[in-house]
């Protein structure tokens, strides 16, 4: 959660656009439920808890 904090989010019409260290990544909300770019959630999808950019989406929202 404090990473999650830290990153710049920019809420968009498809869902969001999480930037961290340089490199930006997309949240959308699906019927599949939520999904992120970044390769922590191409490993584990949701299975751990959420990443820390949809959490940051979360927050921000």
Do not use: N
Not at 26 to 36: L, M, N, Q
Not at 39 to 55: E, M, T
């Amino acid at each position: 959660m404090r990473d999650a904090r830290d990153l710049v989010v920019e809420l968009t019409a498809g869902g969001a656009a999480v930037h961290s260290g340089g490199t930006r990544y997309t949240v959308r909300d699906t019927p599949a439920g939520e999904r992120c770019t970044c390769q922590w959630f191409a490993r584990h999808g949701l299975s751990r808890g959420p990443c820390k950019h949809i959490l940051a989406v979360r927050l921000a929202g």
